[in-house]
């Protein structure tokens, strides 16, 4: 029995050294599985290459990268087909409604599209503030000059506009002092502004909105094609190193927006 197991320690211990003397052709035999991994046998080397490495040339990731980027130069091209109509409002009928007549009254409007003139009213002589086109006016803008009552004067002021195209049968709110911009379209908000003598609304998107609605999609759909262009043609550092400088570029662009946002003044738009 003593002998036995002597012999079973003797090739154990004979078996170990070769292991430990002549580790290169294990090693070898790893690499070049991790060379040569097709479907499922990919699974076995993941513990010999890292995760990116292995995702980035994996069939599968590079499908769902090409996907991505195909939804992302869609979803690019929706959000700047949007810029055209955001805040453009149409109608024939428009009315004026203020909410605080007896402590502010409205001395002329201007009714603006794409930063110019489209007409010019003198509201202190129309009392009904009631506006009627002979056809459709677009609007994205409003100038309004206001008057205090007397020593009556308020310090905010609250103004909003509702139009029609069918005569009044339809109403429907286009325009306020009190906006709120997001990602699809302008908010007309109730709520009441500093009193200016004369206010000017802009519905257009400021800059800042370019940089946080259409900037990241962009730079999604040129993540995707460099990932994937990396992935296929195995770079795998390659597209470490742009995926890195693709996420600096998102996170400097959002900066960029919440500062704009902020220097304007629109505060609630730089949580949006």
């Not at 991790?34 to 040339?57: D, E, H, L, N």
């Not at 003139?117 to 503030?129: F, L, P, Y």
């Not at 990241?216 to 190193?241: M, Y």
């Amino acid at each position: 029995m003593s002998m036995h197991n002597d012999d079973e320690e003797k090739h154990l211990r004979e078996h170990c050294r070769l292991r430990a003397t002549w580790a290169g052709d294990i090693l070898e035999q790893r690499l070049l599985e991790a060379r040569s991994w097709k479907g499922r046998k990919g699974v076995k080397v993941m513990q010999y290459i890292s995760p990116f490495t292995y995702f980035i040339q994996h069939p599968l990731f590079l499908l769902l990268i090409v996907c991505l980027f195909f939804f992302q130069c869609y979803s690019s091209s929706i959000v700047a087909w949007k810029i055209q109509g955001y805040g453009v409002q149409r109608f024939r009928e428009f009315r004026l409604t203020n909410l605080h007549p007896e402590m502010v009254t409205i001395s002329s409007l201007t009714i603006l599209y794409r930063g110019c003139e489209v007409s010019w009213h003198n509201m202190s002589e129309n009392n009904s503030r009631v506006l009627v086109f002979p056809s459709q006016v677009q609007m994205d803008g409003l100038m309004i000059e206001l008057n205090p009552n007397s020593s009556r004067q308020s310090a905010t002021v609250a103004i909003t506009a509702v139009g029609s195209g069918d005569g009044w049968q339809t109403v429907r709110r286009v325009g306020s002092l009190n906006v709120r911009r997001t990602g699809n379209s302008i908010r007309f908000l109730s709520g009441p502004v500093a009193f200016q003598r004369k206010v000017l609304v802009n519905y257009f998107p400021a800059w800042p909105w370019f940089t946080s609605e259409l900037l990241p999609r962009i730079l999604w759909a040129v993540c995707c094609f460099g990932t994937g262009f990396c992935g296929i043609f195995k770079h795998p550092a390659a597209g470490k190193a742009f995926c890195i400088c693709v996420l600096c570029l998102f996170l400097i662009a959002a900066a960029v927006s919440a500062c704009g946002y902020a220097s304007l003044g629109l505060f609630r738009e730089v949580f949006e």
